[in-house]
């Protein structure tokens, strides 16, 4: 289905400073080790779509209720939204789900082509043993294939993320999707070291050295472990660490960098806007996914569909104070700026 929130895995973050013993360390790397039993993931976060299904075409038109933001009175309201009806379609093979658009898009542009086949013209795979037709609650999968092509490929990717599990429940008029996190479903990648110099500790150094500095171990990455990682630049242990929650309040993600006692903590939040949000938030969170830095679009009117909470320049400006004089003399040497 098409209103899938674009910025679902942005770093959006509240910051905390704060003197203490250093934690671990984050990113995405894989790892046999289990979760402890005593993390707190969360109940998972739950959005509501209201759609409009036609029984006789299997069309699914999803967005039919959003949040409007009218500038002239700078209000909010939740009203039906016709212009935003895209409509989807539905294969039902035994207790398998296929969903995508109603129709595959053609460009005479072979890059536009490519942009559509890749984020338009597929369809994604749920499973249910407890389904009437369409409706029912259904386990999405990361597996899809081309509009008109039966080749099937999967990853642990569900809806641009992993570490998730997700459910639909589909009714007459919604469709209740449910996030969850999953570790086995967990694709970690490295940290990047290239940008936590240039973003958390302000040196701008080039891929061609940094590559250098690791061979000579100069810069040195620890093994890693679930949702953790730490590096050494010099004789410095810099430790990262993330701890996912979703719930109620949406999707949380609370990422620390230690090193030498401090820590600099922040807490990324984002979600969907439901009628109660609609109605009861104020204008900054309602608008809080929209690009600040373009004030034509901040303002326009239209759907306001996510929140995203992004406190991030105060982190950084909390990390670039974690290099001790040593570390930086070092970074100096290389850095362009």
């Not at 658009?101 to 249910?128: G, H, I, M």
């Not at 500095?213 to 990455?221: D, G």
């Not at 890693?224 to 590096?231: A, G, P, T």
């Not at 807490?267 to 204008?283: P, V």
Request: proline share 4%; aromatic share 12%.
């Amino acid at each position: 289905m098409k209103k899938t929130y674009a910025v679902l895995f942005g770093m959006f973050m509240f910051v905390a400073c704060s003197e203490d013993n250093p934690t671990s360390s984050l990113d995405n790397t894989q790892s046999t080790k289990p979760a402890t039993q005593t993390t707190d993931f969360g109940e998972g976060y739950t959005y509501v779509i209201p759609i409009k299904y036609d029984e006789t075409t299997g069309r699914v038109y999803q967005g039919t209720y959003v949040c409007n933001y009218h500038p002239d009175t700078k209000t909010f309201a939740w009203e039906e939204y016709p212009e935003s009806l895209d409509p989807g379609s539905y294969k039902i093979v035994g207790d398998s789900l296929w969903m995508g658009p109603a129709e595959k898009q053609v460009s005479d542009n072979p890059d536009e082509q490519e942009f559509l086949d890749l984020y338009r013209n597929y369809e994604t795979l749920s499973l249910s043993n407890d389904h009437n037709d369409i409706y029912g609650t259904w386990k999405v999968t990361g597996c899809k294939r081309q509009l008109g092509e039966t080749d099937i490929k999967c990853s642990k990717f569900i809806g641009g993320m992993s570490g998730i599990a997700r459910t639909m429940k589909i009714t007459k008029d919604s469709v209740y999707i449910t996030t969850t996190v999953d570790t086995g479903n967990l694709e970690q990648n490295d940290i990047n070291i290239g940008a936590i110099l240039d973003r958390n500790f302000g040196y701008d150094i080039g891929d061609a050295i940094i590559k250098q500095l690791l061979v000579e171990k100069t810069i040195t990455k620890e093994p890693k472990e679930l949702l953790k990682q730490s590096f050494s630049i010099g004789n410095q242990l810099f430790e990262v660490t993330l701890a996912p929650k979703f719930d109620a309040t949406g999707m949380n993600y609370i990422t620390t960098m230690s090193s030498n006692g401090k820590t600099c903590t922040n807490t990324q939040r984002l979600g969907f806007i439901n009628e109660k949000l609609c109605k009861e938030e104020s204008a900054e969170f309602l608008l809080s996914a929209r690009d600040k830095s373009d004030d034509q679009f901040y303002y326009k009117e239209g759907p306001v569909e996510g929140f995203q909470i992004d406190n991030r320049d105060e982190f950084y400006e909390c990390t670039k104070g974690l290099p001790t004089e040593e570390t930086k003399q070092l970074l100096n040497q290389y850095a362009k700026n």
